[in-house]
Nanobody, 118 residues
Framework: VQLQASGGGLVQPGGSLRLSCAAS????????MGWYRQAPGKERELVAR???????NYADSVKGRFTISKNNANNALYLQMNSLEPEDTAVYYC?????????????WGQGTQVTVSS
């Protein structure tokens, strides 16, 4: 499975960005997809995730500001980020987890840089 993230960039505090993640397979078959981020000197952390049943979870720090969504027809995952803060500056990674009887597989995209600064 290949994941291609895009949409990062430089934005002022209070601004918005929309990240996209294109998958090389049908995402309807992916158990969980999510966005993680890693800021310099910090560990990678979960931002938001959505299950195949469209159950969504968010990190407390982004609740009410970020929205995760997916489009099965386009095999794409999105992260709408509003009211961005400097603390949101990080490399954002798309992630996919596929669970089967045989194994659990984890896939990562290449990351897209988000910088929030005035």
């Amino acid at each position: 499975v290949q994941l291609q993230a895009s949409g990062g960039g430089l934005v002022q505090p209070g601004g918005s960005l929309r990240l996209s993640c294109a998958a090389s397979i049908s995402i309807a078959s992916i158990n969980v997809m999510g966005w993680y981020r890693q800021a310099p000197g910090k560990e990678r952390e979960l931002v938001a995730r959505v299950t195949a049943a469209r159950i969504k979870n968010y990190a407390d720090s982004v609740k009410g500001r970020f929205t995760i969504s997916k489009n099965n027809a386009n095999n794409a995952l999105y992260l709408q980020m509003n009211s961005l803060e400097p603390e949101d500056t990080a490399v954002y990674y798309c992630h996919a987890k596929i669970v089967s009887v045989m194994a659990t597989q984890s896939f990562w995209g290449q990351g897209t840089q988000v910088t929030v600064s005035s």
